[in-house]
């Protein structure tokens, strides 16, 4: 899951924290790929080593790799946090986010800052959040001096195409939803995405209210509020989230049918009417225009950013993706992997939230393989697992290769006490088969 204005961060020259390669810290031992400790981790994914009850890992590698793996490859800890704005309602909540940061040692934090079509962040262009507490506050502002003194990175988080999804439509007239109605997406069977109730969004399993990404005032706007924040504070990157569509079929709205009638010569209300043989022709043509609606969203935001860039070349583009790619381009229409081939994105943040371990190292094991571990960060949640499955998890994809790994989310570790104190012990274990909840 981003507005700004002028320098708000609190500081009058910006220099960059980060190249967004990943530089080792001092007396930190540059990462580097160990092809046999990653065969050996993929190995017990195919004996069902990794499948015990309740995510926890089983079994064991052998002496020899366990051993060397904890003498020359150390367990680091968390490189990124995923801060969600529920953390930055209250002025404060703000300073404590910072302090638990550094305490962890992480190299920064991805801060929610567009959330539902929001700024929290001192904005132009978007309304302030509901749920804010404080008059006038700018919670980018009040984090991002904070973090920096602290020597952490602040990446902005935008929610790019998921703007409401409240039971009621936003109060404030500035609001994207009242003040652009003809930009929602729209289904199959006419009706826009905000006259699903919340127990059909529930059933459809969808998130709230999408924009249609083929909509150009879509892409201008998305592209504009991540401009007005990297120009106004002095940021480390900007994170692009839910850039995808939403899992039901959208793109049923006047401008996508026409401009895909345009291209192909059909509406593709009409596809199924089709003729076999050209219905598969024109699915295959319908699919590929809404993954190009999507990265052109993409493309825009680069294109936006790049006189910034220039002057700031430590400003990074990352997006958080669907772990598996199949899902993301066939389904949710994110074709991420061809984002990171064209260098449309500096690094993309694979949400792999799958509960078990045994998905997620089968995610990360496809991922190492056909794209590689130097621009892709695991990110893994501890919302729906025993902290000791993530611990594995984290522990697995250091061992791959991967140069950093991400958490969802610092909310989740710390809604309840000694969460922190507790995973980092699991972190600590010494040997990689032996995490237990």
Not at 358 to 384: E, F, H, K
Request: charged content about 20%.
């Amino acid at each position: 899951m981003t507005q700004q204005h002028h320098d708000a961060g609190g500081r009058a020259t910006f220099r960059p924290r980060s190249s967004w390669l990943l530089t080792p810290r001092v007396g930190e031992a540059a990462p580097c790929v160990r092809p046999w400790l990653a065969l050996a981790l993929t190995l017990p994914i195919a004996c069902g080593m990794f499948a015990a009850p309740g995510g926890a890992v089983a079994g064991s590698l052998p002496d020899s790799v366990s051993s060397t793996a904890t003498e020359t490859a150390p367990i680091r800890s968390v490189d990124y946090l995923w801060v969600l704005r529920t953390s930055l309602v209250r002025a404060e909540d703000v300073p404590r986010v910072v302090e638990r940061a550094k305490a962890m040692g992480v190299r920064g934090i991805l801060v929610q800052v567009v959330g539902r079509g929001d700024a929290w962040y001192r904005s132009d262009r978007l309304p302030s959040p509901e749920p804010l507490q404080g008059k006038e506050r700018d919670p980018l502002g009040e984090i991002l001096p904070l973090a920096h003194a602290a020597g952490l990175e602040v990446h902005a988080w935008i929610n790019c195409c998921l703007v409401w999804s409240a039971p009621r439509r936003p109060v404030d007239p500035r609001h994207v939803l009242n003040t652009h109605p003809e930009w929602v997406a729209r289904m199959a069977d006419g009706r826009p995405m905000t006259r699903l109730t919340p127990r059909q969004r529930e059933r459809l399993k969808v998130e709230g209210v999408f924009l249609s990404p083929a909509h150009p005032g879509v892409k201008r706007w998305i592209a504009e509020t991540a401009y007005e924040i990297a120009s106004r504070y002095p940021v480390d990157g900007i994170h692009l989230d839910y850039i995808r569509q939403p899992v039901v079929a959208i793109g049923y709205d006047a401008t996508s049918r026409t401009r895909f009638a345009l291209e192909s010569g059909v509406d593709p209300l009409m596809l199924s009417r089709q003729p076999a043989a050209e219905r598969a022709r024109l699915d295959s043509a319908w699919s590929a225009f809404q993954l190009e609606q999507v990265t052109d969203i993409v493309r825009g935001v680069r294109d936006t950013l790049r006189t910034l860039r220039t002057l700031r070349p430590g400003l990074a583009l990352s997006a958080a993706v669907v772990a598996d790619t199949t899902t993301a381009w066939k389904l949710k229409r994110q074709p991420w992997s061809r984002w990171i081939r064209d260098g449309l994105i500096d690094r993309a943040f694979l949400m792999c939230y799958a509960p078990t371990v045994q998905a997620v190292l089968g995610q990360l094991t496809v991922m190492s393989q056909q794209i590689g571990v130097d621009r892709l960060v695991p990110g893994i949640a501890i919302y729906n697992s025993p902290l000791s499955s993530a611990a594995a998890k984290i522990k697995a994809a250091r061992a791959m290769g991967f140069p950093a790994v991400a958490l969802y989310s610092y909310d989740s570790l710390y809604e309840r006490p000694g969460q922190w104190e507790r995973l980092r012990s699991f972190l600590a274990e010494r040997n990689l088969s032996e995490v237990q909840p």
